[in-house]
């Protein structure tokens, strides 16, 4: 729908490795609603929009995609989507869960109501990632001389 099918399986490869017994319906479910909740972000700047954690983990899969997260911003307007962490379960708002759903309804699309609840231990999705860096960002540690002659 927004990115290359491609695309789409990485990104659901990346929900599925951080949580393995997860199916790969599942996490296509997922990476979809992030994908919905991007688009939403984009087109309500200044609109506090937050995911449901469970959603979140499709918002991470993709902005663990660099290069193709920032295309996608790109090509829903070009307002980046930036990620500010730091959940507070004692600060949940309700509302902001609606106000984002309603959001992705404006734009034409259905949030999927099992994957949009409140915060639970169950809706609970791991994160991380199996991944390398690419080449240009890895570091190269180059002897330095030092003033003796000899090297650090």
Known sequence: MLITDERFASCRKTVMD??????????????????????ACSASPGVG??????VDGGWHALILHTAMY????????GRFVHH????????YDPL??????EKIA??????????WGPPTDETLV???A???????????????????GGIV
């Not at 920032?70 to 307007?77: E, F, P, S, Y």
């Not at 902001?96 to 759903?101: E, K, S, T």
């Not at 199996?130 to 003796?148: F, L, S």
């Open 130 to 148: 199996n991944c390398q860096h690419a080449p240009e960002c890895t570091i190269v540690i180059t002897p330095k001389p030092k003033p003796d």
């Open 70 to 77: 920032a295309d996608l911003c790109q090509q829903l307007g």
């Open 18 to 39: 951080a949580n393995p017994k997860m199916s790969e319906e599942m996490a296509g479910r997922i990476v979809e609603e992030g994908l919905k909740f991007v688009a």
């Open 96 to 101: 902001i869960l609606d106000r984002a759903r």
């Open 106 to 115: 404006e734009l034409g699309w259905e949030a999927d109501p099992e994957l």
């Open 84 to 91: 500010s962490p730091g959940y507070d379960p004692t600060n």
């Open 126 to 128: 791991s994160v991380a």
């Open 49 to 54: 929009l937050a995911p449901s954690r469970i």
